[in-house]
T-cell receptor
Framework: NAGVTQTPKFRILKIGQSMTLQCTQD?????MYWYRQDPGMGLKLIYY???????DKGEVPNGYNVSRSTTEDFPLRLELAAPSQTSVYFC?????????????????FGPGTRLTVT | KNQVEQSPQSLIILEGKNCTLQ??????????LRWYKQDTGRGPVSLTI?????NTKSNGRYTATLDADTKQSSLHITASQLSDSASYIC????????????FGKGTKLSVKP
């Protein structure tokens, strides 16, 4: 198992350009997530998906779009890149979202994509 | 407002020494609390997950405690090794659909020889 893989590892974008960050997991997990991590800050949820065809906004969705056509893939699209989107992006997956009692299933994170917008 | 506060921000210890990292949270409803280890340039890796009924959980040299009444957790590292140098992140799940996790900013631990 490769776990959660992300491409690219690094990318520099010019303001106004667009790009797609790729995320793939081979653990047959239902749930997938996109986070961003700014220097010295905690991870913030951008979007998440509870299964193929279903996505929902997280805490900081503005400027991003996602799709989930398969269980394995959860790409994150940046349209009209802005300097405020300079960050490290992490994709994660879990078999079931942590709910209550014993139903807490951990998330597995990818290695991250470091994006700089100049 | 749901928040997770960690202290200290950073810590330097000598190899072989023990240390304790703190986490205070104001998250409601509470589902579970997690500690993650994040090496520089890598994604977070789970160390422990505790629900409200669990007071202590160990993973090798890592022991996490949870006091749900005072909303505090700690992560104790025993006999530190150079490889323990990393950021340690406390994460609290509110249990909302979608696995809503609130992340602390982390404690950066440096273990020196």
């Amino acid at each position: 198992n490769a776990g959660v893989t992300q491409t690219p590892k690094f990318r520099i974008l010019k303001i106004g350009q667009s790009m797609t960050l790729q995320c793939t997991q081979d653990m047959n997990h239902n749930y997938m997530y996109w986070y961003r991590q700014d220097p010295g800050m905690g991870l913030k949820l951008i979007y998440y998906s509870v299964g193929a065809g279903i996505t929902d906004k997280g805490e900081v969705p503005n400027g991003y779009n996602v799709s989930r056509s398969t269980t394995e893939d959860f790409p994150l699209r940046l349209e009209l890149a802005a300097p405020s989107q300079t960050s490290v992006y992490f994709c994660a997956s879990s078999s079931l979202a942590g709910t209550s009692g014993k139903g807490a299933y951990e998330q597995y994170f990818g290695p991250g994509t470091r994006l700089t917008v100049t | 407002k749901n928040q997770v506060e960690q202290s200290p921000q950073s810590l330097i210890i000598l190899e072989g020494k023990n240390c304790t990292l703190q986490c205070n949270y104001t998250v409601s409803p509470f589902s579970n609390l997690r500690w993650y280890k994040q090496d520089t340039g890598r994604g977070p890796v789970s160390l422990t997950i505790m629900t409200f009924s669990e007071n202590t959980k160990s993973n090798g040299r890592y022991t996490a405690t949870l006091d749900a009444d005072t909303k505090q957790s700690s992560l104790h590292i025993t006999a530190s090794q150079l490889s323990d140098s990393a950021s340690y992140i406390c994460v609290v799940s509110s249990g909302a659909l979608g696995g809503n996790l609130i992340f602390g900013k982390g404690t950066k631990l440096s273990v020196k020889p």
